[in-house]
């Protein structure tokens, strides 16, 4: 991959203060307030002890879920938890860039970490679209005038154009967190030169976003095959004019998957010979699990797992493979009756042998449930982020990232 930003391998960081953009948006329990997943702290805490151990300043920005929702919490115990995971002291202060904030960054000592509070309690943050008045925020102004360089680790985020994620290249020297330069590097070698056969693995209930990617993955020839599970393969099995039943109608009209119909049946008439949809179903017939053929499924019931040939057959497929990529469950992985399909298939992923990467909160979630995560080549931290990538889009946290470097650069000649 050729050089397109700056990483932490490229600036001396002795002394400076660096203001590093994470993403350590987590699940909360609405009832106890308690973080019930810590694995995005863990990843970044690579990037916040290197800054620490490089005599860095480190002061940490990121959001925690959206204005009106349970989540809309403070980052205090984020930083009491990275505290506890990193093995070092955090600190953390309620405000982002106000006087206390500032006083704070102005004492902190080489090697020290800062948590600012959650940078969605400032309207700015997402209100302001334009780069020209994000660069006039309060945000900015007050934060880029105590920082001396900028890292953003934020993957996770990196598909939005929040002010906290591009801004800041604009007026600070700018580089990538290790996160961000993982993700990218993963990303990047199945998207220019995956060693072949590439094998895509998707499921879930996102049409939307899984329809951009295989449509992306098949034009520019990036797969040799797709294989499709959830909801997703039941949006393509209806598109073909199989009857899935009232129930799975319903369901793909509630998910918005009905305004593809035309462009599954075109991307099948192209591509069909690379797309796999299964040729059974496992369904929920009065809490029992009730397999079928696609051609003869009940009227009445919900699919909620694939069937046994469709799981030998795409299992079969996944072991040969030598590049995979892995997005969305091929069911109902929750319910230990449905949970097969996902079990086995990922299975198969691990067995493999060939270079897998696997993204979305489900995705992982069913990887930790099976003991599976540390079978898998590379872990992604991203959901949106990585979908958007995989369909070929540009990122505006990278693509500002890759801006600043080309800025840089072009003085330096």
Do not use: W
């Not at 349970?70 to 106000?98: N, P, Q, T």
């Not at 939307?208 to 990036?222: C, F, Q, R, W």
């Amino acid at each position: 991959m050729n050089k397109e930003f700056f990483t932490l391998d490229d600036f001396s960081f002795d002394g400076k203060t660096a203001l590093v953009r994470v993403d350590i948006n987590s699940p909360i329990d609405p009832e106890t307030g308690a973080l019930k997943e810590v694995t995005k702290i863990k990843r970044h805490g690579e990037t916040l002890l290197e800054l620490a151990e490089k005599d860095a300043r480190v002061v940490v920005l990121s959001h925690q879920g959206r204005e009106g929702e349970s989540d809309f919490v403070s980052l205090k115990r984020h930083a009491e938890i990275a505290s506890e995971m990193l093995g070092v002291e955090v600190g953390y202060v309620d405000d982002i860039y106000g006087d206390k904030a500032i006083s704070a960054i102005r004492r902190l000592k080489p090697s020290e970490i800062l948590f600012l509070e959650n940078v969605r309690f400032a309207s700015e943050e997402t209100k302001v679209k334009d780069v020209k008045e994000q660069l006039k925020t309060r945000l900015v102004q007050n934060l880029s005038a105590v920082s001396d360089i900028f890292v953003n680790d934020a993957f996770p985020a990196a598909h939005r154009s929040h002010v906290s994620l591009i801004a800041f290249t604009e007026v600070l020297p700018s580089v990538a967190g290790r996160v961000m330069e993982a993700e990218v590097k993963a990303l990047s070698s199945i998207m220019n030169d995956p060693e072949r056969p590439c094998v895509y693995l998707l499921g879930g209930a996102k049409v939307d976003d899984s329809y951009k990617v295989i449509e992306h993955a098949l034009k520019t020839g990036i797969a040799d095959r797709v294989l499709l599970t959830g909801l997703l393969a039941v949006a393509f099995v209806a598109a073909k004019g199989i009857d899935v039943g009232e129930v799975n109608k319903r369901l793909l009209i509630s998910k918005g998957a009905s305004e593809y119909v035309e462009q599954i049946r075109k991307l099948i008439s192209v591509f069909g010979y690379k797309i796999e949809l299964p040729l059974d179903f496992a369904l929920d017939v009065n809490g029992k699990r009730v397999e079928a053929e696609v051609n003869s499924l009940p009227h009445n019931s919900q699919i909620k797992d694939l069937g046994e040939q469709t799981i030998s057959r795409f299992a079969e497929i996944l072991r040969e493979a030598k590049t995979l990529v892995i997005n969305g469950p091929a069911g109902v992985y929750e319910d230990d009756k449905f949970s097969k399909g996902t079990k086995e298939l990922l299975k198969a992923v691990a067995e493999s042998g060939g270079f897998s990467l696997a993204g979305g909160g489900h995705t992982l979630e069913a990887l930790e449930k099976f003991g599976l995560s540390t079978k898998i080549s590379y872990v992604s931290t991203g959901g949106k982020a990585m979908l958007s990538l995989l369909a070929g889009e540009k990122l505006p946290a990278i693509e500002a990232l890759k801006k600043a470097y080309l800025r840089a650069t072009s003085k330096a000649k």
